[in-house]
């Protein structure tokens, strides 16, 4: 599976972008997607996830309320809704697909990720 992530770009804070990943393969019923986000300097860290097949999401703390992560089982594809966007959510931002060997929140347990698409908050 190959993981290809779109819809950064520059936004001023309060602001919204909707972030796409497209799959070329097929996702198993068991994956789960996922996207992290890496800022300068800053290790990778989770964002959100969702089950493939029964559409279960799970947020970090600091996104609940103003990201919305969906999937498209038709299509094979992944979003995340930003909304209410500040500053400190300027990063890089990746999806990824996989298992949950390590629980939802941790790198190890994806198997693919995209390349990223970058997102910039002007304060």
């Known amino acids: 599976v190959q993981l290809q992530a779109s819809g950064g770009g520059l936004v001023q804070a309060g602001g919204s972008l909707r972030l796409s990943c497209a799959g070329s393969?097929?996702?198993?019923?068991?994956?789960?997607l996922a996207w992290f986000r890496q800022a300068p300097g800053m290790e990778r860290e989770f964002v959100a996830s969702v089950t493939w097949n029964w559409g279960t999401t799970t947020y970090a703390d600091s996104v609940k309320g103003r990201f919305t992560i969906s999937r498209d089982k038709a299509k094979g594809t992944m979003a995340l809704q930003l909304n209410s966007l500040k500053a400190e959510d300027t990063a890089v931002y990746f999806c990824a697909a996989g298992g949950s060997r390590y629980g939802e929140s941790d790198p190890r347990s994806y198997y693919y990720w995209g390349q990223g698409t970058e997102v910039t908050v002007s304060s």
């Open positions: 393969g097929r996702f198993r019923t068991n994956y789960v």
